[in-house]
């Protein structure tokens, strides 16, 4: 990095290992799309070779668009060029940052690099994904971006920031891989799995005309069932929490480790999970919802939002009071201190089982909602996040005079106060109406509104002023 | 949690602090139109069956099509007239829907962006719809059937109320 040069810094180029990196990523898709029978039909000879043609294809384009790529800070925006025939210039404003994450795939832990994503909102999906640079490279950059995405208004340039001081942060939480493993092996997809393989042990054993490819195919699929288990082991190993300066950090993952920081005024809502199997440990689940993903796609998304994979009440309390307002006059944020509000007796006829689970709550400062009868959950949004509130009330429902009234915000969630008796849900819709306007008119009136407790303010480093968390 | 006394209509919540306004009835036109273009390519792909094939079920077919375009008719007219809008000190209310009814209640402060679209039905009756776009996926505050001056006021008060408020995210 070149500090000195403030106007137009000399684009960077990423790792001249990014091309075989990517080859490397890519050896998997192709071995997926080729599949089990194109292996069954032309050998394994033929096989090897098709892979490593398509590989090969694969390494050169990455070299060609390689030696086009490169990226710079200017002024308060990330610049990234790409592409030899359509040549894309992206500048990404700084000051719409929601969150900062480096990846860490396994091949990029062996070399030292490390992949840059940035969350913007507007973006559909994560833009301008950095890979894959230095990890000294990656460390700095985000330290930069985030110091340039904080400092909303004083438009000072670029200042040599001092590039290895250590992160000051403060450890909250970290979860254990051995209740990280008990809580997946309490999902329903690990618990069938025995019934499963016992299923197609018992074929195999009375007919044995099972070939090479049905046995492969089945494992596949077995393998397909169990996906989203595994795959939430190897994201959430060692999953880490903690408060930095710039933000919170989290932590985690096995053989792709990632480290995603978020300005804690970008937190939009959090979704608080028990899961039915979960119920006997007292363990919940909690989501972060960040403006920028969860929009795009389900419970696959490749959006890192796990705020904590698995945790007890008192974990979570502690998590939640780093992320969201803590009521005046307490010290923490407990889930059971909600006097949820239910839904009039007459809604029984749509929630016969689920009416007492079912209900609304409004504190000082945000507004929670819980639903689900066997997998329960809560969304909890602070009124300063609610970016508009709707009555829904449909056919049935203006029968029984009832209707529901949604806070929908920025990251995709929405707290719903279902089949509210219609005159409570004029009075709810206007009191989330005028509460939502209070607290954004409190917070650009103090900004330190959220600023994490005293005691972070290290004095080595220059910590960049409140971030005023409206542009 | 105590709701005072509150207006009982689904559709019309504080009739005595809300100045509700209508959109131009000529949207009836409009949608009508839409359906009866639809229904009509239908229509014909059924009539060509039951020409070719002469099986009952085609003129059953028909007949329920023909039951459809009335009765869409009688619903339109009534969700037009559904439709509602109203700026107040801080937020645009928006409701509308029939069967299924809805309000949006969304501050200007929270405006990202403001659409202001007319397709070539809604030209031909002058027509236009103004959406505003917050940050929400889900928000839903979108008013069609706007005469273009009208549409043209209310895009230029959104914007400039949302930039007196602009708070981003």
């Known amino acids: 990095m070149n500090p000195q040069v403030v106007a137009t810094e000399p684009k960077k180029r990423l790792h001249p290992l990014t091309p075989l990196l990517r080859g490397g990523r890519a050896l998997v898709v192709i071995i997926a799309a080729l599949s089990w029978q194109t292996l069954g039909q032309v050998g394994l000879g033929w096989f090897a070779v098709m892979v490593l043609a398509l590989l090969l294809g694969q390494v050169i384009l990455g070299i060609v668009s390689w030696a086009n790529t490169g990226y710079h800070v200017v002024g308060r925006e990330l610049r990234i060029h790409e592409g030899l025939l359509w040549r894309r210039t992206r500048a990404i404003p700084l000051e719409r940052l929601q969150s900062v994450e480096v990846v860490r795939p396994l091949l990029a832990q062996l070399t030292g690099l490390a992949e840059l994503r940035l969350e913007v909102v507007g973006g559909g999906k994560t833009e301008a994904p950095l890979a894959f640079v230095t990890m000294p490279d990656a460390v700095a950059l985000r330290e930069r971006l985030l110091t340039l995405a904080g400092r909303a208004g004083t438009a000072t340039p670029a200042t040599p920031d001092a590039p290895a001081v250590a992160p000051i942060e403060v450890p909250i939480h970290a979860v254990t891989n051995r209740d990280l493993l008990i809580s997946q092996l309490l999902t329903p997809q690990a618990l069938f799995m025995p019934f499963g393989v016992a299923f197609v042990v018992v074929q195999f054993a009375f007919e044995a005309t099972w070939s090479f490819i049905a046995l492969a195919s089945t494992a596949t699929a077995m393998a397909g069932v169990l996906l989203q288990p595994v795959r939430r082991v190897l994201v959430d190993w060692n999953f880490r929490i903690a408060r930095g300066e710039a933000g919170l950090r989290l932590r985690g993952g096995l053989l792709e480790t990632r480290s995603q920081t978020i300005p804690v005024e970008r937190v939009q809502g959090v979704g608080v999970t028990w899961p039915l199997l979960w119920r006997r440990k007292r363990w919940l689940r909690m989501r972060l919802d960040v403006a920028g993903f969860a929009t795009s796609g389900g419970e696959e998304s490749k959006a890192f939002d796990r705020l904590l994979p698995v945790g007890d009440a008192p974990t979570s309390e502690r998590v939640l009071a780093e992320v969201l307002p803590i009521p005046t006059g307490q010290h923490s944020l407990t889930l059971t201190d909600f006097r949820l509000s239910n839904p009039p007796k007459r809604a029984r006829w749509f929630h016969p089982l689920a009416l007492p689970v079912i209900g609304i709550a409004l504190t000082d400062e945000i507004v929670a909602s819980r639903d689900g009868l066997l997998t329960r959950q809560m969304v909890i949004v602070p009124y300063a996040r609610v970016q508009s509130v709707r009555v829904v009330q449909g056919p049935l429902q203006r029968r029984l005079r009832l209707a529901t009234v949604y806070a929908d915000t920025a990251g995709g969630q929405s707290a719903a106060a279902r089949d509210r008796d219609l005159s409570e849900a004029w009075w709810l819709a206007a009191e989330l109406a005028r509460r939502s306007r209070e607290a954004r008119a409190q917070q650009t009136q103090t900004p330190q509104a959220q600023q994490p407790p005293a005691g972070l303010g290290a004095p080595t480093t220059t910590v960049p002023p409140a971030p005023p968390p409206e542009t | ?169």
């Open chain 2, 1 to 169: 949690m105590t709701p005072r006394e509150a207006p009982t209509d689904a559709l019309e919540p504080w009739p005595d602090t809300v100045d509700w306004r209508p959109v131009s009835r000529d949207l009836i036109w409009v949608e009508l139109i839409r359906v009866w273009i639809a229904t009509a390519v239908v229509a014909a792909a059924v009539g060509f069956g039951w020409a070719v094939s002469g099986h009952w079920l085609f003129g059953v077919g028909l007949a329920l099509i023909a039951v459809f375009t009335v009765w869409d008719a009688i619903v339109s007219v009534r969700s037009v007239r559904s439709w509602g809008y109203a700026e107040r000190d801080h937020d645009l209310l928006v409701r509308h829907g029939l069967l299924i009814r809805r309000l949006s209640i969304v501050p200007y402060a929270r405006m990202q962006f403001v659409d202001v679209t007319a397709g070539p039905l809604e030209r031909m009756f002058s027509l236009a719809t103004v959406q505003l776009h917050t940050a929400a996926a889900a928000s839903d505050a979108k008013v069609p059937g706007l005469r273009p001056p009208e549409a043209a006021r209310l895009r230029d008060r959104l914007t400039a109320l949302g930039e007196d408020r602009a708070e981003g995210l």
